[in-house]
């Protein structure tokens, strides 16, 4: 096993333990075989659907049911993506940022550290990437990064801005917040276990992670956790919104969907793939997974594996 797989072959082994779901997932990589190609990241912006993953995969979709794969020139797993203006930008293992103009022709960048990034954001004309030990950098225009001083050693496993606040999330319900990227604030979301996303979405700040944890904030500051038992308490790893539903996806075909983020209701996936994450683009829902599965709807609630 190359060290690009093992990034996503843990966190895939740690969510079904967990989840305390003993399925295929937790034979390793997301869910089975060394060969095995998997989604982990998926971004709309540009008028394209680009999905990464491991091992450093890249998929672009016009529509996001019909995708078409590209070359990225590296072997190291693609934990996140974003789209910028006129370009994407994919972070992954081995510390890895690539960049693109088109989602075709990807160049990598270097960097001012070596750990693994778990996810990138753009907003206020800068992208963010956070990763394993703390680690934060930025830039403003994806080529020259900058490395800032997080005050942790936790993994940060994801990113994102809104209302005038950057936050982050990682292990053990960390929070960070930022008006500027450059000074981090450390607070509690008040879950137990780790997170693996944060997103803002609908005015609001919506974290999952690990047993089903939903965590939801209105200033970033505030955080009200709680666990959802939707299948077993399986890891959910990623959230979005759109047409006035939240959806979060997750381990073993999680889906489940909320007007309010109050009441949750377990959707029918047709997989039972790890759903590593999902995206709302051209008036419908996209969530990619384990063995490059790409599963579509147009409220969040009817679903259909393309």
């Given amino acids: ?29 997301g ?21 990464v ?15 078409n794969q590209q070359r990225s020139g590296t072997d190291a797993g693609l934990n996140g993506v974003t789209a910028g203006p006129g370009q994407f930008v994919a972070v992954g293992d081995l510390a890895t940022v690539l960049t693109s ?3 075709i022709s990807w ?20 992208y963010v990437a956070v990763g394993y030990t703390g680690t934060i950098i930025t830039s403003t225009d994806a080529v020259t990064w900058t490395l800032r001083s997080s005050g942790t050693q936790a993994a940060l496993r994801g990113v994102t801005f809104g209302n005038g606040l950057w936050v982050a999330a990682g292990d053990g319900g960390l929070i960070l917040t930022s008006p500027d990227t450059l000074t981090w ?8 276990q780790g997170l693996t996303r944060v997103r803002f979405v609908n005015g609001r700040y919506v974290a999952v992670g690990f047993v089903g944890t939903i965590a939801v904030s209105e200033d970033g500051s505030n955080w009200s956790a709680r ?15 759109g047409n ?7 381990i073993t075909g999680t889906i489940a969907s909320s007007p309010d983020l109050v009441a949750f209701t377990q959707r029918v996936a047709h997989t039972s793939r790890v759903l590593g994450s999902v995206v709302f683009g051209l008036d419908h829902f996209v969530a990619v997974g384990e063995d490059r599965v790409v599963d579509t709807s147009l409220d969040g609630i009817e679903w259909e594996v393309q």
């Fill in 101 to 103: 103009p088109d989602g």
């Fill in 185 to 192: 604030t450390a607070t509690s979301s008040g879950a137990a």
């Fill in 1 to 29: 096993m190359s060290r690009s797989q093992a990034g996503w072959r843990k966190v895939a082994w740690a969510a079904c333990m967990a989840s305390l779901v003993f399925a295929v997932s937790c034979g390793g990589g």
């Fill in 107 to 126: 160049t990598p960048q270097p960097l001012p550290t070596d750990v693994s990034l778990q996810d990138v954001a753009f907003a206020e004309g800068r």
């Fill in 244 to 250: 006035g539903e939240f959806v979060v996806v997750g």
């Fill in 31 to 51: 869910g089975g075989d060394d060969d095995e190609e998997n989604f982990r990241s998926i971004a709309f912006g540009n008028g394209l659907f680009v999905a």
């Fill in 53 to 67: 993953g491991d091992p450093g995969i890249i998929s672009t979709s016009p529509d996001g049911f019909d995708f």
């Fill in 227 to 241: 666990r959802e038992n939707f299948s077993n308490f399986s890891t959910l790893n990623d959230v979005a919104f």
